[in-house]
């Protein structure tokens, strides 16, 4: 029986994949830092994580100038993605219990949810963890103050980090949302993701 739900945010339930890659771009070109990395390829990862990737010794600057990019971009791009809002209030009518489990700042977080008008039972935020995905400390932190088992759960994300992250907790109902990042379906399939269109899928599912 289903007693809890984690979702990733950006990406699954608000549309700031996008608004956090752009931010990455404008903070790159402003430093005048030429990277080799596809950006699809950090997406889901926390944000001092990807900093650090980018910017190398100048990372701490890339940081602060992706976030003040961000701040400024989330309220002006950013809109629920389809069917989420529906979504959550359904799991909730239901007594599903809800952790949002994201890489983001919680400050940034914060403001996602803002755009989604929701406050989750559980906020687990990138700079609230020692190690974020695809490392599992995070799901499994949310796991346990859910107090609730992996197999009671099913978790939602976009990226391989949130994928990786859910296997490694032993969740068995794991959910890809396919968006605009570049990502392996086949990769997620191998950890035990299905494959959903958009968040609508899902009242097929669960």
Same mark, same amino acid.
């Given at each position: 029986?289903?007693k809890a739900a984690?979702?990733?945010l950006?990406?699954?339930l608000?549309?700031?994949a996008?608004?956090?890659?752009?931010?990455?771009?404008?903070a790159l070109?402003?430093?005048?830092?030429?990277?080799?990395v596809?950006?699809d390829?950090l997406m889901?990862?926390?944000?001092?994580?990807?900093a650090k990737?980018?910017?190398?010794?100048?990372?701490?600057e890339?940081?602060?100038?992706k976030?003040?990019?961000?701040?400024?971009?989330?309220?002006k791009?950013?809109?629920?993605?389809?069917?989420a809002?529906?979504?959550?209030k359904?799991l909730?009518?239901?007594?599903?219990?809800?952790?949002? !489990?994201?890489?983001?700042?919680?400050?940034?977080a914060?403001?996602s949810?803002?755009i989604?008008?929701?406050?989750?039972?559980l906020?687990?935020?990138?700079d609230? !963890?020692k190690?974020?995905?695809?490392?599992?400390?995070?799901?499994?932190?949310?796991l346990n103050?859910?107090?609730?088992?992996?197999d009671?759960?099913f978790?939602v994300?976009d990226?391989m980090?949130?994928i990786?992250?859910?296997?490694?907790?032993?969740i068995q109902?794991?959910?890809?949302?396919?968006?605009d990042?570049?990502?392996?379906?086949?990769?997620?399939?191998n950890y035990?993701?299905?494959?959903?269109?958009?968040l609508?899928?899902?009242?097929k599912?669960i």
């Open positions: 029986m289903i984690i979702f990733d950006d990406g699954t608000v549309s700031t996008n608004v956090h890659k752009t931010a990455w771009e404008l070109k402003d430093l005048n830092i030429s990277v080799n596809k950006l390829n889901g990862m926390r944000t001092i994580e990807i990737i980018l910017g190398g010794d100048r990372y701490l890339l940081f602060n100038k976030n003040e990019y961000y701040k400024d971009l989330v309220i791009m950013a809109k629920p993605t389809p069917c809002v529906e979504i959550l359904n909730r009518e239901n007594n599903i219990k809800i952790a949002i !489990v994201t890489s983001s700042l919680k400050a940034s914060e403001l949810l803002s989604l008008n929701f406050s989750p039972d906020l687990i935020a990138g609230e !963890v190690n974020g995905k695809p490392n599992p400390e995070p799901v499994i932190s949310a103050k859910l107090m609730v088992k992996a009671e759960t978790a994300g990226t980090q949130d990786i992250a859910y296997n490694r907790s032993n109902k794991i959910y890809l949302v396919i968006n990042i570049n990502i392996n379906r086949e990769e997620a399939k035990g993701a299905r494959i959903i269109n958009t609508c899928d899902l009242f599912e």
